[in-house]
């Protein structure tokens, strides 16, 4: 490149790594149209050995199949492509030991930093990720154990708000069909919903509550149980978009109408949730607030090895006609 740009090796160097020593331009231009003419591509593996940094991020999903979690993943990788960076997908499948191959990988591989949504919790990986030292951002997720900053949704206040919804449509029999027990976002979302209910005079100990996967065919099971019960619920709080799918494709089977027989709330806000007939009354979370702001507290603890920020993020309730407001003409999503 040097012979054919007519200058030194030092120069093209310099050109190549944007270094300190000022080029000129009329140089500069010969040196980037020997770059093109040879074809040339800086080795990346060889720069990352110099510089210690890859310009990767690993992110780690516990089911990509789950719309919610594609969703964000696209917008965390439209961010993470804005700041240079290539970003490494990791599909743990909801189980722990895939999720701990998958982290211990790409800690292998070099990433300069991951976003973690775990499925149930560290486990495996904790003292893994801990000896790396490689910085670290938890979504979705409160895992204090973790050396790590975290980026969560008010989960309790946006299920208080939805179940409240309910109660203010005149309802009150309030179900819930919840995710899998113990993990952070179930546990704070059944809290809202019983608190709603308390606050309204309601006791949420006898209202009918299950657990499951967050997915439409446990929805559909659980929907199937509550919704065949001599003392149905009128109304239920649905913990995901996912799983609110499964309970009115329940409903219809068993011959009761949205809103009419049952009204229905959740919790996502995915694009999918206002194609739903009657479209899908649900707490939207920001998505690409999460994806953005998830990369960019990353980058800041990349940059000065900050730990320990946290950043709670509010849902904002979408008004459908699964609950019982008007149903939107024309006003659906781009999926």
Same mark, same amino acid.
């Given at each position: 490149?040097?012979?054919?740009?007519?200058?030194?090796?030092?120069?093209?160097?310099?050109?190549?790594?944007?270094?300190?020593?000022?080029?000129?331009?009329?140089?500069?231009?010969?040196?980037?149209?020997?770059?093109?003419?040879?074809?040339?591509?800086?080795?990346?593996?060889?720069?990352?050995?110099?510089?210690?940094?890859?310009?990767?991020?690993?992110?780690?999903?516990?089911?990509?199949?789950?719309?919610?979690?594609?969703?964000?993943?696209?917008?965390?990788?439209?961010?993470?492509?804005?700041?240079?960076?290539?970003?490494?997908?990791?599909?743990?499948?909801?189980?722990?030991? &895939?999720? $701990?191959?998958?982290? %211990?990988? @790409?800690?292998?591989?070099?990433? *300069?930093?991951?976003?973690?949504?775990? !499925? =149930? +919790?560290?486990?495996?990986?904790?003292?893994?990720?801990?000896?790396?030292?490689?910085?670290?951002?938890?979504?979705?997720?409160?895992?204090?154990?973790?050396?790590?900053?975290?980026?969560?949704?008010?989960?309790?206040?946006?299920?208080?708000?939805?179940?409240?919804?309910?109660?203010?449509?005149?309802?009150?029999?309030?179900?819930?069909?919840?995710?899998?027990?113990?993990?952070?976002?179930?546990?704070? &979302?059944? $809290?809202?919903?019983? %608190?709603? @209910?308390?606050?309204?005079?309601? *006791?949420?100990?006898?209202?009918?509550? !299950? =657990? +499951?996967?967050?997915?439409?065919?446990?929805?559909?099971?659980?929907?199937?149980?509550?919704?065949?019960?001599?003392?149905?619920?009128?109304?239920?709080?649905?913990?995901?978009?996912?799983?609110?799918?499964?309970?009115?494709?329940?409903?219809?089977?068993?011959?009761?109408?949205?809103?009419?027989?049952?009204?229905?709330?959740?919790?996502?806000?995915?694009?999918?949730?206002?194609?739903?007939?009657?479209?899908?009354?649900?707490?939207?979370?920001?998505?690409?607030?999460?994806?953005?702001?998830?990369?960019?507290?990353?980058?800041?603890?990349?940059?000065?090895?900050?730990?320990?920020?946290?950043?709670?993020?509010?849902?904002?309730?979408?008004?459908?006609?699964?609950?019982?407001?008007?149903?939107?003409?024309?006003?659906?999503?781009?999926?």
């Amino acid at each position: 490149m040097a012979r054919l740009a007519g200058t030194s090796e030092a120069v093209v160097s310099y050109v190549l790594n944007n270094g300190p020593r000022n080029v000129a331009p009329h140089t500069k231009e010969r040196v980037l149209r020997a770059i093109d003419e040879l074809g040339y591509r800086p080795n990346a593996v060889a720069r990352s050995l110099r510089t210690s940094r890859t310009h990767t991020i690993g992110l780690v999903v516990p089911d990509n199949a789950n719309p919610f979690f594609a969703e964000l993943a696209r917008e965390i990788e439209d961010v993470a492509f804005e700041h240079g960076l290539t970003l490494l997908l990791g599909n743990a499948m909801d189980d722990d030991e &895939r999720e $701990a191959a998958y982290v %211990r990988t @790409l800690i292998d591989r070099q990433v *300069d930093g991951l976003i973690l949504i775990p !499925a =149930h +919790g560290p486990r495996t990986w904790r003292s893994l990720l801990a000896a790396s030292g490689v910085p670290c951002i938890v979504l979705d997720r409160e895992l204090d154990e973790v050396p790590a900053s975290h980026l969560l949704i008010d989960n309790e206040g946006g299920a208080h708000e939805a179940t409240t919804h309910l109660i203010e449509h005149g309802r009150r029999r309030i179900g819930c069909v919840a995710g899998p027990v113990g993990i952070h976002p179930t546990v704070d &979302r059944v $809290a809202g919903w019983a %608190r709603a @209910l308390s606050e309204a005079g309601l *006791d949420p100990s006898a209202m009918p509550l !299950a =657990h +499951g996967p967050f997915g439409r065919r446990q929805g559909y099971l659980s929907g199937r149980d509550l919704l065949s019960r001599e003392n149905r619920p009128h109304a239920l709080f649905v913990t995901s978009d996912e799983q609110a799918f499964g309970v009115m494709r329940a409903a219809a089977e068993l011959g009761l109408t949205v809103p009419g027989d049952v009204a229905i709330c959740s919790f996502d806000g995915i694009a999918a949730s206002s194609y739903t007939v009657p479209a899908l009354t649900t707490m939207r979370q920001p998505l690409e607030q999460l994806g953005r702001q998830s990369v960019e507290l990353l980058a800041r603890q990349i940059k000065d090895q900050s730990v320990g920020e946290r950043v709670i993020l509010p849902a904002t309730l979408i008004r459908r006609g699964s609950c019982g407001c008007p149903d939107p003409v024309g006003g659906v999503d781009d999926a």
